[in-house]
């Protein structure tokens, strides 16, 4: 059984537009959610994390947004740019446990 | 600091046969992992280990075997390949110590493995 969804495969958006890449999850007792990006034959590279304290935060053009209620994430990248074209992993931790992740968003920036 | 490293970059093997995977870090982590990527799947834990000397399985362990050689590095083993386990590898490590309430892990380039 999948802890942590990411139901859209892939997403196609055009550059200077707005990129979001959407995660549920199951597991009420996650406290600490990640995002991931991988480039084809390189390993994944942290991109941002949250809190379950909070409900964003955000790192130059990455925001994440966390609404535990929904047990849902987002991440949104504004504007998307060509070099953002990438895999897009989500990850969820229950406090002393391992990271959990989902399928990956494939993510294609057109310029 | 060259991070988390993997050796080989990829690899092939025949069924039945047995390789070991390679993976050193040099950032003082205590906690280092085996990933298998599979399309659909995402990561999936193989195996992992909280700190030196010890290691503890993840959700698919089933034809695998692991050694955390010291500190730095984590090695893992296939005894008899089978085309199930063609897959990429990673490895990651991370500070992680129990009472922590993050985690961040730092991830390997990867082993591309075909077994046939």
């Known amino acids: 059984d999948q802890q942590v969804k990411q139901n859209s495969p892939s997403l196609s958006v055009q550059e200077g537009r707005i990129s979001i890449l959407n995660c549920d999850y199951t597991n009420s007792m996650f406290d600490y959610f990640l995002w991931y990006k991988k480039y084809p034959a390189e390993g994944p590279t942290f991109l941002i994390s949250i809190s379950s304290i909070k409900d964003k935060n955000e790192d130059g053009r990455f925001t994440v947004f966390l609404n535990k209620s929904a047990k849902h994430l987002s991440l949104h990248i504004v504007p998307s740019q060509p070099g953002d074209s990438a895999v897009y992993f989500c990850?969820?931790?229950?406090?002393?446990?391992?990271?959990?992740f989902g399928a990956g968003t494939i993510l294609r920036v057109k310029s | 600091n060259a991070g988390v490293t993997q050796t080989p970059k990829f690899q092939v093997l025949k069924t039945g046969q047995s390789m070991t995977l390679q993976c050193a870090q040099d950032m003082n982590h205590n906690s280092m992992y085996w990933y298998r990527q599979d399309p659909g799947m995402g990561l999936r834990l193989i195996y992992y280990?909280?700190?030196?000397?010890?290691?503890d399985k993840g959700e698919v362990p089933n034809g695998y075997n692991v050694s955390r050689l010291n500190k730095r590095e984590f090695s893992l083993r296939l005894e008899s390949a089978a085309p199930s386990q063609t897959s990429v590898y990673f490895c990651?490590?991370?500070?992680?110590?129990?009472?922590?309430?993050?985690?961040?892990?730092?991830f390997g380039p990867g082993t591309r493995l075909t077994v046939l």
């Open positions: 280990s909280a700190s030196e000397g010890t290691t």
């Open positions: 990651a490590s991370s500070a992680f110590s129990s009472g922590r309430t993050t985690d961040t892990q730092y």
């Open positions: 990850a969820a931790m229950e406090y002393g446990n391992k990271l959990v």
